[in-house]
């Protein structure tokens, strides 16, 4: 399993947000660059890099920055944030960056998604955040709204909303999945592996997101079979040492 700090981009500094509110915002670094320099020497195998400006814009606002931050390390950048066609997930990828993360898109425009996917196996992941069980859009300043009676989707255990958009997904080509408890998200609450399982269950591979807070959150998402784990606040704060998390996740201690 993949652990991955989080790097959020807002006003050209590195920022947490705490479930997603740009009003309840810490700074914990003035050089993204640097931040994403100090979590590669200590063995992060990929970064997880979110232009929140963007994703409120609906187009990049920080891909320069981006691009230098994916050139000064040695590891993979995954980037998202005001991707919503496929050119500019193109742009991005042709400028280095490791793999592109659909968000709003993968639920509006999967047509987009499929087209990069098509042409850059392997380097299109798609990102659903939940707030109150349905796909948060736009920077998660609105949800999917309903239009399928309740208890349509009850054989999953998931929203209908939620059920469609893993549909479109497959059928773009898209494997792997950023599950974002957005609740729990910058609140150190602990992670929650039972969110996620239904998402395994339907054949993705998982990367959890919100929440997280100590190395027993590491491993317990393990041990239900996640693909990788995104990890902010708590490297930040020190409730999760880097080092000590990627041993657990690779069944060490």
């Given at each position: 399993m993949l652990v991955i700090p989080a790097i959020d981009l807002r006003g050209g500094r590195c920022v947490r947000l705490y479930q997603g509110r740009y009003e309840q915002?810490?700074?914990?670094?003035?050089?993204?660059?640097?931040?994403?320099?100090?979590?590669?020497?200590?063995?992060?195998?990929?970064?997880?890099?979110?232009?929140?400006?963007?994703a409120r814009a609906g187009r990049p606002v920080h891909a320069e920055l981006i691009q230098r931050l994916a050139a000064s390390v040695p590891v993979p950048v995954q980037v998202g944030g005001g991707i919503r066609d496929a050119a500019t997930a193109r742009a991005y990828l042709e400028a280095g960056v490791g793999a592109v993360i659909f968000g709003t898109a993968a639920i509006r425009r999967p047509e987009e998604v499929a087209s990069v996917a098509s042409t850059h196996p392997g380097r299109v992941l798609a990102s659903l955040d939940l707030r109150d069980g349905r796909p948060a859009l736009e920077g998660w300043t609105a949800t999917v709204p309903g239009e399928v009676p309740a208890g349509a989707g009850?054989?999953?255990?998931?929203?209908?909303?939620?059920?469609?958009?893993?549909?479109?997904?497959?059928?773009?080509?898209?494997?792997?999945?950023?599950?974002?408890?957005?609740e729990r998200d910058g609140t150190l609450a602990g992670a929650d592996p039972a969110r996620f399982l239904p998402f395994l269950a339907a054949g993705f591979r998982v990367i959890a997101a919100g929440g997280i807070r100590d190395v027993e959150d590491i491993r317990r998402l393990r041990a239900a079979g996640l693909a990788g784990v995104i990890a902010g606040r708590a490297l930040y704060e020190g409730t999760l040492e880097l080092r000590e998390a990627l041993a657990a996740a690779r069944g060490e201690g």
């Open positions: 915002e810490t700074v914990y670094g003035e050089d993204p660059v640097a931040v994403a320099r100090s979590f590669a020497a200590a063995g992060a195998p990929r970064l997880h890099v979110v232009d929140l400006d963007g009850a054989d999953t255990g998931l929203d209908p909303a939620v059920t469609r958009v893993l549909r479109r997904l497959q059928e773009a080509g898209v494997t792997d999945l950023i599950v974002t408890d957005t």
